[in-house]
């Protein structure tokens, strides 16, 4: 893990929505340089946990600190199903992104090689596969060079080879020096990609570290054993405050 100072400290962190708590007593910090993916059971909070932190929402308590550079974007952010303006091309997509924080043309394009996506700069977007519509949303979270971009579940339904794809262009980017946090069930990538894992369960944090050391403080030979071990009941329902569905 990154040496660096943290640039987002999460502290005690609480959601619910009325009487139903989704969040509790939830702490982590996120560093530049550095993958952190969060994990969990369906339904354990980690949605409303990355609405949160890039202020898509209140928390119920605890706080949320950015501590990063003064940038025109602190944080970039890909929604897990993102979309963009029918009609556009690939390269009027990103150019328009661009062009609201000052970046020019050539600029973001650049972007778009950086992704993988540079032959693909005049194909229109709704012609675009699932992955390549990832890839893009990826291109456009990094407008700005923002220094911590979030990434909502990259690689949900893509085929093997695209998932490995996009978590390559998020080592890539926590390489160049950004903070990267994702979310994301497949644990195989995460295991092989993250430099710290924060594993909710029920709302809270049921593991937090390395897969190394998550393995070693389960005896697990994998992160899926770990994960196995360290989350209640079955790791397959959704629950929400504690009830199995």
Same mark, same amino acid.
């Given at each position: 893990?990154?040496?660096?100072?943290?640039?987002?400290?999460?502290?005690?962190?609480?959601?619910?929505?009325?009487?139903?708590?989704?969040?509790?007593?939830?702490?982590?910090?996120?560093?530049? /340089? =550095?993958v *952190?993916?969060?994990?969990?059971?369906?339904? !354990? +909070?980690?949605? %409303?946990?990355?609405? @949160?932190?890039?202020?898509?929402?209140?928390?119920?308590?605890?706080?949320?600190?950015?501590?990063?550079?003064?940038a025109?974007?602190?944080?970039?952010?890909?929604?897990?199903?993102?979309?963009?303006?029918?009609?556009?091309?690939?390269?009027e997509?990103?150019?328009?992104?661009?062009s609201?924080?000052?970046?020019?043309?050539?600029?973001?394009?650049?972007?778009?090689?950086?992704?993988?996506? /540079? =032959?693909? *700069?005049?194909?229109?977007?709704?012609?675009? !596969? +699932?992955?390549? %519509?990832?890839?893009? @949303?990826?291109?456009?979270a990094?407008?700005?060079?923002?220094?911590?971009?979030?990434?909502?579940?990259?690689a949900?339904?893509?085929?093997?080879?695209?998932?490995?794809?996009?978590?390559?262009?998020?080592?890539?980017?926590?390489?160049?020096?950004?903070?990267?946090?994702?979310?994301?069930?497949?644990?195989?990538?995460?295991?092989?990609?993250?430099?710290?894992?924060?594993?909710?369960?029920? /709302?809270?944090?049921?593991?937090?570290?390395?897969?190394?050391?998550?393995?070693?403080? %389960?005896?697990?030979?994998?992160?899926?054993?770990?994960?196995?071990?360290?989350?209640?009941?079955?790791?397959?329902?959704v629950?929400?405050?504690?009830?199995?569905?």
């Open positions: 893990m990154s040496t660096q100072p943290p640039i987002l400290t999460i502290e005690e962190l609480e959601h619910a929505y009325g009487r139903i708590s989704v969040l509790e007593d939830v702490s982590f910090d996120i560093r530049s /340089g =550095d *952190t993916a969060i994990i969990g059971p369906n339904g !354990s +909070g980690k949605t %409303t946990l990355i609405r @949160g932190l890039i202020g898509l929402h209140d928390p119920t308590a605890g706080t949320v600190a950015y501590h990063g550079p003064d025109v974007r602190p944080i970039g952010y890909l929604p897990q199903r993102p979309a963009f303006r029918s009609g556009q091309s690939v390269r997509a990103i150019a328009f992104y661009a609201l924080v000052g970046e020019t043309e050539s600029e973001a394009v650049a972007r778009l090689e950086q992704v993988g996506l /540079g =032959d693909a *700069t005049d194909r229109n977007v709704e012609a675009l !596969s +699932g992955g390549m %519509t990832r890839l893009l @949303g990826i291109a456009q990094t407008v700005g060079d923002p220094p911590l971009v979030v990434l909502d579940e990259p949900s339904g893509l085929d093997p080879e695209m998932s490995v794809r996009i978590f390559d262009v998020a080592e890539e980017l926590a390489a160049d020096g950004a903070a990267i946090l994702l979310s994301s069930h497949d644990l195989a990538l995460v295991e092989r990609t993250a430099d710290q894992v924060v594993l909710l369960d029920d /709302g809270t944090i049921a593991g937090l570290g390395s897969p190394a050391r998550l393995r070693a403080e %389960t005896g697990g030979d994998t992160l899926l054993e770990a994960f196995e071990a360290m989350v209640s009941g079955d790791a397959g329902t629950r929400v405050q504690g009830v199995s569905t």
